[in-house]
């Protein structure tokens, strides 16, 4: 029998690498640009400073709470989050918890655990859609496999949980609520919309799901944490839900737009993968409607689009179709919504970077 004191590592893997590297906090804040839509914070003489400072914080708390004795669970844990992101769930996080006070050392952990929980669906994701890249990188399954990239998921969300226990039960309660959701949303995405359910009314439950609820609750867990005024959370809630759906609508237009540039996606990918997004969606109530351009486009959409040519062509029609301007104009409807729900919050930077970042997740292609 082999004596555990030789291995290197812990049987939970709770200990460091023996090369983790120093993490600079200062040097982290330096190098971090703020995402589209958040102007207004780096314009603040104090709000931008302390977001800054925080996000630089939760980044080192993110590669500390990842970090493993086991070299095979340290890399595959490592891989997205070393390949980056633009940390927009922990950013709400920090943003909405200057509703009260910032400062207080839960606020930073509660956008380690958004963060943590984010990246751990997201290596459930690729394994599920077969998706060859992430953020530039090649995935974790196609690295490692299926089966390394769905435990790393796993061993991710644990790691999530761990800290989450530690803020108390009431935030335990909103993630396990919050990861439940995130499930369902896969699932019924998987297994799509039953014979007697409205496809579109589907879609838009499952990416509320999928993607408005994590929002949702880093707004929420930003301001308990801060204590800010629990009138503030219903408001935070709605809004994270609303944005979150606009923000997932608009992928799905980009995706057939060709604005590779801008969004970092490759057009036409949910294409290829057969994902249903809205703009196809209202294509096939088009063609069953009697609409015969279409009934054309879906018979190049359903059919064979291995080939760049073939994909090109589908992208192509898709975005000329008036369906893709319909789709704008559905996710502009749930950024307005969700501008609106934030009427009730005081006037002030926080409210209009909301505000700011609700109008630039659908304006990303202009």
Not at 23 to 45: C, H, K, S, V
Not at 147 to 156: E, H, K, N, Q
């Amino acid at each position: 029998m082999t004596n555990s004191a030789n291995h290197s590592w812990t049987h939970a893997g709770h200990g460091l690498p023996a090369s983790e590297p120093s993490l600079n906090t200062t040097a982290i804040a330096t190098g971090l640009q703020l995402p589209a839509g958040f102007a207004a914070i780096a314009g603040d003489p104090e709000l931008g400073p302390a977001i800054t400072n925080n996000l630089a914080r939760v980044e080192k708390k993110l590669r500390q709470a990842i970090a493993n004795s086991d070299p095979l669970a340290d890399a595959t844990s490592r891989h997205l989050v070393e390949a980056g992101g633009k940390r927009i769930r922990p950013l709400l996080t920090l943003l909405c918890a200057h509703l009260g006070d910032a400062s207080l050392p839960a606020v930073v952990q509660a956008a380690v655990v958004v963060e943590l929980t984010h990246l751990a669906t997201l290596y459930h994701d690729d394994v599920m859609d077969s998706a060859p890249f992430r953020r530039g990188a090649p995935t974790a399954h196609e690295v490692w496999g299926n089966s390394v990239a769905v435990l790393t998921g796993d061993l991710i969300f644990a790691r999530a949980s761990i800290l989450v226990s530690e803020l108390g039960s009431r935030a335990l309660g909103i993630q396990a609520r919050t990861f439940e959701r995130l499930c369902l949303g896969q699932l019924h995405e998987t297994v799509g919309p039953r014979p007697d359910e409205d496809p579109v009314e589907h879609y838009l439950s499952v990416i509320a799901d999928k993607t408005g609820s994590l929002v949702a609750a880093s707004g929420q867990l930003g301001a308990i944490f801060a204590g800010a005024d629990e009138a503030y959370e219903g408001v935070l809630v709605e809004y994270g839900e609303k944005v979150g759906v606009a923000f997932q609508l608009a992928d799905d237009v980009i995706d057939v737009t060709g604005v590779k540039v801008k969004s970092g996606k490759s057009p036409g990918t949910d294409l290829r993968e057969g994902v249903p997004t809205l703009p196809v969606l209202l294509l096939r109530n088009a063609a069953a409607q009697g609409d015969q351009s279409a009934v054309e486009l879906l018979t190049l959409i359903d059919g064979d689009l291995s080939s760049d040519e073939a994909l090109a062509e589908a992208v192509a029609g898709l975005r000329e179709h008036p369906v893709t301007a319909a789709s704008w104009v559905v996710a502009r409807a749930w950024s307005d919504e969700a501008i609106a729900a934030l009427a009730p919050l005081p006037e002030g930077v926080v409210k209009d970077s909301l505000t700011s970042f609700a109008r630039a997740v659908v304006d990303r292609a202009s």
